[in-house]
């Protein structure tokens, strides 16, 4: 700073401030005389400060400059004080509070007091063009055009909306809430692009944005509708305020509700329960700070060098917990195709040479293997897919319904290649259709993706193989079961031929009526049948029968069941429905025959709704048939 700009303040000329600071202010009014000294008291102006700075030795002083004084922005001093100390520097602290008149007045402060150099934390408006002094700004956003002569060092809100999501969805947590502040843009940012990545919108019922009155008041009560598990809070305070609220409410945390805080604090160690939260390494990054600016100060690196970002990370606590309504049962991992389904109702199935009008078309995610995998999902079961899409919509909407329905996407590859396989159903008025397939991306689902994911089936109870992939992934998995100690339940759809060795390492096959005499050719009857698959090592033969029911036999039981009473709109997806149902029902360490009649209820519920992954049951409506299943189940073949 200079009499120039101290003149400029005082709107007089450079030689008025001369004279006033000479004493040769005679021919001066009182008035300018007074203006010119509040400026120069205020802006601690050092008359020929450039000259005697560049001519003394350093200050081993360094200024700090904060605009808000937030609990990380206290983090960050505590920690820039003790590195600049451990360096033999000490610290002047100026609080701009956000205001551009205070930064630009605490730096030409700084400046006269010839400190060697000088940090900023988060200021919302830009530095001062620079002088010889040497800077670094901490920033919570990355800046993509900074200034060559500021150090940035910068770590992301929006990567702090992101983390919090993205460990809530890896939870199973579908419906998360957002309170935050009005100033919180870029935390919100990083929730929607989270939800963004698995194909999916959160409700905007879900997120508010508002003051602290305003989220006491209204924000909770808004966001805590139907169905929200888990809550991402701005900050600490907003959490204890949720935490008051939710006791009020007579629910609890986490057991009812699952909260994270977007910012960490010291005290989320000591409420209870201790908070989980998004941590800024706010030491990492003080220590950075002071030895980029020691880098710059010394000379042994240019400031646009000096540059760094730094991640933040997920601190768990104990507010957070899997949204569960039931006991989860073991682990059930899906290898199976995945069609985009089009549904084509028409009068009846077309013969040879037949053309029939339709009056409906629809499109629907698909597969037999996306199918059982989100059955098991909307019965809460802990379900894996691996699986293979084409790079396209149908792909991303199979995807989106896989992730809606709570199954681990960990091993779906999107193709670039090829597109997603496709399934063409005619459904006549009596609900039994017909189905044409297009393999597409499914043709490869081989043994080197089964492989490259190989560690999903790790502690799995089950494994569901459909035959629409080919035989050689099939055998492949199996092998792979065998060696985990996997049981395999498999469907032998879209197959007249098996061979012998597949079956020996099936512990529940489950074929319909067509399929078990395409395999088992001749003029035998089930039961004959059934036999000859359990001859050939199968644990467990289920042949279901369609709106006769199924038939059960292993070592210990042969039975029939009967179908469950329900009017039938589309039995698309009633094998699936029963598949996915019974490995949910086994997975939690129910009996086979328990099994087969919450499959059966299922199943039963399915034919009642258009289409197949849309008509899956979820737990809640299968709950409605409790009391049947049980009467069901205790009912004598």
């Known amino acids: 700073m200079n009499i120039k700009d101290i003149a400029k303040l005082c709107g007089v000329s450079p030689s008025t401030v001369s004279k006033i600071l000479h004493n040769k202010d005679s021919d001066i009014s009182v008035e300018t005389r007074k203006k010119v000294l509040e400026i120069i008291k205020e802006y601690q102006y050092v008359p020929y400060s450039k000259v005697i700075n560049s001519a003394a030795p350093k200050t081993n002083i360094l200024g700090v400059m904060i605009s808000q004084n937030t609990y990380e922005a206290q983090e960050l001093l505590y920690t820039i004080e003790a590195a600049a100390a451990g360096k033999g520097y000490s610290v002047i602290l100026c609080n701009t509070e956000g205001e551009k008149d205070k930064l630009l007045r605490y730096y030409r402060i700084l400046e006269n007091k010839g400190i060697d150099g000088i940090i900023s934390i988060c200021q919302e408006t830009e530095l001062p063009e620079s002088g010889k002094v040497p800077r ?72 508010f944005l508002g003051t602290d009155e305003d ?63 998004v941590g800024i390494p706010t030491k990492e990054i ?22 760094r970002g730094f991640g933040l990370k997920i601190q768990e606590r104990g507010s957070v917990r899997k949204p569960a309504n039931h006991v989860q049962g073991g682990k059930i991992v899906v290898v199976g195709s ?67 329905s709570g199954v681990h996407t960990d091993g779906v590859v999107f193709d670039e290649n090829i597109p997603t396989g496709k399934a063409y159903i005619n459904v006549p008025p009596d609900g039994e259709s017909t189905i044409v397939i297009y393999g597409g991306a499914n043709e490869k689902l081989d043994r080197s993706q089964v492989r490259q994911y190989a560690q999903l089936l790790d502690d799995a109870a089950y494994c569901l193989l459909t035959l629409e992939i080919a035989e050689e992934t099939v055998e492949y998995t199996i092998q792979k079961c065998k ?7 498999l469907k032998p759809s879209s197959v007249e031929k098996m061979k012998d060795s597949l079956f020996q390492n099936i512990d529940y096959f489950i074929p319909n009526e067509k ?18 698959l359990l001859e050939k090592g199968v644990k467990n033969v289920i042949i279901t029968l369609g709106h006769k ?9 042969e039975r029939y069941f009967p179908a469950a009473d329900f009017y039938p709109l589309d039995t698309t997806g009633a094998a699936d429905a029963f598949i ?28 009642t709704r258009q289409g197949v992954q849309p008509a899956m049951v979820d737990r809640k409506g299968l709950a409605l048939y409790q009391e049947e299943i049980n009467a069901f189940c205790r009912r004598e073949a």
């Open 136 to 207: 670094v700004r901490i920033l919570d956003r990355s800046m993509e055009c900074g200034n060559n002569d500021t150090a940035d060092i910068c770590f992301e809100m929006r990567e702090a909306g992101y983390a919090a999501a993205n460990y809530l969805l890896e939870k199973g947590h579908r419906k998360i809430a957002c309170l935050l502040r009005e100033n919180d843009a870029d935390i919100q940012a990083g929730f929607l692009l989270a939800y963004k990545e698995r194909f999916i919108s959160p409700d905007k019922g879900w997120m």
């Open 215 to 277: 989220i006491r008041n209204m924000g909770i009560a808004r966001c805590l509708g139907e169905g929200v598990t888990a809550v991402i809070c701005a900050d600490l305070e907003i959490g204890m305020i949720l935490y008051e609220k939710l006791r009020e409410r007579g629910d609890t945390v986490p057991n009812k509700i699952s909260v994270v805080s977007a910012r960490d604090h010291r005290l989320a160690e000591k409420i209870y329960p201790r908070m989980t939260a």
């Open 286 to 307: 003080g220590e950075a700070a002071v030895d980029a600016l020691m880098e710059i100060i010394e000379g042994r690196k240019p400031a646009y060098e000096c540059k």
């Open 338 to 404: 995945m069609n985009m389904d089009c549904m084509i109702s028409t009068s009846h199935i077309p013969t040879g040479g037949e053309t029939v009008r339709s009056g409906n078309i629809v499109s629907l995610p698909g597969g037999k293997g996306a199918n059982q995998a989100v059955g098991a999902g909307r019965l809460e079961g802990l379900v894996y897919m691996i699986g293979r899409l084409g790079n396209d919509g149908d792909g991303k909407e199979i995807y989106n319904s896989l992730v809606n």
């Open 483 to 489: 060696m985990k100690n996997v049981k395999v339940i």
């Open 515 to 532: 399929e078990v005499k395409q395999l088992i050719p001749g003029n035998t009857t089930i039961e004959e049948k059934a036999d000859i």
């Open 549 to 557: 029911g199924c038939y059960l036999k292993n070592a210990e039981h």
């Open 580 to 607: 996915s149902a019974l490995a949910v029902a086994l997975s939690e360490g129910h009996e086979v025959i328990y099994a087969v009649g919450f499959a059966t209820f299922a199943a039963g519920i399915s034919i």
